[in-house]
């Protein structure tokens, strides 16, 4: 079966990641796969794909900073099908699911497309979410990652909707803080407005009162870098937050922390929270809407805290950094989310789509 995926870029995303992980699964069965993206990293993909594993990338001069031209994309997008010809199309993330949905208009080629965020709440502007719900039924199967996700599609929707969360294991080289206190906290993310890494700023403000010697490590790049570290410097944390940028290897930043930090003001799943849960890594997170309370069960395996409730997250992290039985029952409670987000089991799931919507 030839495959051809389609996502924004090669970077360090959620939906890259998930990409590579099926597209290295379905080469391992035989299929001829590519994965496009429209631009790439300088220093080349971030995540590993297989040596099989064609991959192309749509806007290669394209200067990272320049203005992005949707009809420039789409003609890439139709041009690609049309000289591939492939059994069937999986695409990712809102704009480019709705350029793969429109390009493959009179191509009768089956196409997935996998929606990754909160629609309702997603910086994009309005006329992708219209574009995307009236493109939607030319889909021949949708995949969303939580049941809530799904819920946000129009009902007529819901049948060829698929929920399937992303897949996870173990990070090895983590760290359990087993001694009274526990002062090194860890955030990882795209450094934007979603993420909420200025109420995370804040609160370690306030959690340095009780605390002068914590520490906070935020990995990730972003467009909010300049504002983040202006508050940083507005709020004398110069000192005690450092921002790296994206660490060389995966899941390296969860041995450099003893608790984990998730602000996000919204989520399509959170891979920090599934990566953090599954490697028994104390952790308390923001309740947005989606994905935290899907993996965390509050009290026993991490702490959930309302929504942009900065007060209620210092609370609960100065709870977490005292407590060091609460810490190591987190530690223990591993396992819970290791069958839900068992690799076999969804990569198993998502065969079962791609392989049905071939067949049509």
Request: charge should be neutral; hydrophobic fraction near 40%.
């Amino acid at each position: 079966m030839r495959i051809l995926f389609i996502q924004g870029g090669f970077g360090t995303g959620g939906a890259e990641k998930i990409v590579a992980m099926i597209a290295n699964h379905r080469v391992a069965q035989g299929d001829e796969v590519e994965v496009a993206a429209m631009r790439a990293p300088k220093d080349g993909t971030y995540y590993n794909y297989a040596p099989d594993i064609t991959l192309t990338v749509l806007e290669p001069d394209v200067d990272m900073s320049a203005p992005v031209s949707q009809l420039r994309r789409l003609r890439h997008v139709r041009r690609l099908i049309r000289k591939r010809k492939p059994d069937v199309i999986v695409s990712f993330l809102t704009k480019i699911n709705v350029l793969t949905l429109v390009a493959g208009m009179g191509r009768r080629v089956p196409i997935v497309i996998s929606e990754r965020n909160n629609p309702n709440v997603q910086n994009n502007h309005p006329v992708w979410k219209k574009a995307a719900m009236l493109l939607g039924p030319r889909a021949n199967a949708i995949v969303t990652l939580t049941e809530r996700g799904r819920d946000q599609l129009p009902s007529k929707l819901h049948q060829r909707t698929q929920v399937i969360p992303n897949p996870c294991t173990p990070m090895t080289g983590t760290r359990i803080q087993t001694d009274d206190r526990a002062t090194d906290l860890v955030a990882v993310g795209r450094l934007d407005w979603q993420k909420g890494f200025d109420m995370l700023l804040q609160c370690l403000a306030k959690l340095r009162e009780a605390h002068p010697d914590i520490n906070l490590t935020i990995y990730g790049d972003g467009p909010e870098r300049s504002s983040l570290e202006h508050l940083r410097s507005e709020l004398k944390l110069e000192d005690v937050v450092s921002m790296p940028g994206t660490t060389q290897r995966h899941g390296a930043w969860l041995g450099e922390g003893d608790i984990v930090v998730v602000t996000s003001r919204y989520e399509g799943f959170c891979n920090v929270v599934a990566e953090a849960t599954l490697s028994g890594v104390p952790i308390v997170s923001f309740d947005c809407d989606f994905g935290p309370r899907e993996m965390i069960q509050h009290e026993v395996n991490g702490l959930l805290v309302q929504t942009g409730n900065v007060e209620k997250l210092t609370e609960n992290l100065h709870r977490l950094i005292e407590d060091a039985e609460l810490r190591k029952g987190m530690a223990k409670a591993a396992n819970l989310n290791r069958d839900y987000l068992d690799p076999a089991r969804v990569l198993g799931d998502w065969d079962r789509v791609i392989d049905s919507a071939a067949e049509v």
